[in-house]
């Protein structure tokens, strides 16, 4: 048994010290179980260009999915969380219009104008499809830079390909539906014009490609997945636009796989009691959607799932303790739905 593993029974001392359960990131690209119609529907995304809409339950895998392409194929990686405030270009490039108006006082002083470039800050999408645009804020070749934007994900990016990017934009049915529209131009020709430095930024030819070329052309060079989670009716000028493809609520064989393939990145060497494990949780998991269904709550999720097992295989517990019920409440059904079901 090595140090990470915790035997059933036994707790960790202090509670607080949670280095023991040192796990990977779910969303860190390093593991995914793509069906094959799932991967089918990447390939087609792929080859016409057009983004990846994901659909289906939180928790079902969709925002996962980006990162782990990116990390297979070594493309490049940049993600946008959408939230109620995001204005419709944030994706594209933002610009600091007070910092801008405050140094254009100071500068009026001493007879000089600010370079509108330095207060522009590109957004995932101009970092996928220009990375050296990106960095120069803008600014033509061969024109000194000296505020060099830094690429948002540079320790990742830096080894993978500069010619390829996988984009993340994440629950756009959060957002106003201008925002989906505002997209609709820059995701089908891959350009936009910055107007505060009147700059159109397109993509970029792979370094040393002087002439255009047959793949060149293509638009397969990039990846733009979104994700939504019907909180908002996407508007249909977008739909028509991406590739649509559904992430079922997964079954109890699918929930083993997944587990599996998790538990081989999970501190300690993985066991046959370690998969009866994930067999047992999934079982419960399926009744606990059946009491979910009854309750009118939502069901837990795959990702959930992965919480119940990844405690059950630390803390020791086993579906059936007391501990196990407790820890239904905790991570499968959450409080806030049980509260439902006293009212």
Request: aromatic content about 4%; charged content about 30%; overall charge negative.
């Amino acid at each position: 048994m090595t140090d990470n593993q915790v035997p059933a029974g036994e707790r960790p001392e202090d509670p607080t010290d949670v280095e023991w359960l040192d796990t990977p990131d779910r969303s860190d690209g390093r593991v995914y179980v793509m069906p094959e119609d799932l991967r089918f529907a990447v390939r087609v995304a792929l080859a016409t260009g057009r983004p990846l809409l994901l659909r289906g339950m939180p928790g079902s895998g969709k925002s996962s999915l980006a990162p782990y392409i990116a990390t297979q194929m070594q493309w490049r990686y940049y993600e946008h969380v959408v939230t109620y405030r995001t204005q419709p270009r944030d994706l594209l490039w933002s610009f600091d219009s007070v910092r801008r108006l405050a140094d254009a006082q100071v500068a009026v002083r001493h007879g000089a104008t600010p370079d509108d470039a330095s207060y522009v800050e590109p957004g995932v999408l101009w970092w996928a499809l220009a990375p050296d645009s990106a960095r120069r804020r803008g600014r033509p070749d061969g024109v000194e830079v000296t505020d060099p934007c830094p690429d948002p994900l540079e320790e990742v990016n830096s080894t993978r390909r500069p010619d390829r990017a996988v984009v993340l934009i994440d629950e756009i049915d959060k957002a106003d539906p201008d925002v989906p529209n505002s997209l609709l131009v820059p995701l089908g020709s891959h350009r936009f014009t910055v107007a505060e430095i009147g700059r159109e930024i397109r993509t970029e030819r792979p370094a040393g490609q002087e002439s255009e070329s047959k793949d060149e052309g293509r638009r397969a060079r990039h990846l733009v997945v979104l994700t939504t989670n019907e909180e908002r009716e996407l508007p249909q000028a977008l739909l028509r636009r991406c590739v649509v493809h559904v992430l079922p609520e997964h079954d109890h064989a699918m929930l083993v796989r997944i587990a599996d393939e998790h538990m081989a990145l999970w501190p300690g060497e993985v066991t046959d009691a370690d998969r009866a494990l994930a067999g047992a949780v999934a079982g419960e998991l399926m009744k606990v959607r059946q009491h979910a269904d009854k309750q009118g709550v939502r069901r837990p999720s795959t990702a959930e799932y992965l919480d119940a097992l990844l405690a059950c295989r630390s803390l020791g517990i086993r579906p059936g303790d007391h501990e196990w019920q407790l820890l239904t409440r905790n991570v499968l059904i959450k409080p806030q739905q049980m509260a439902g079901d006293r009212a």
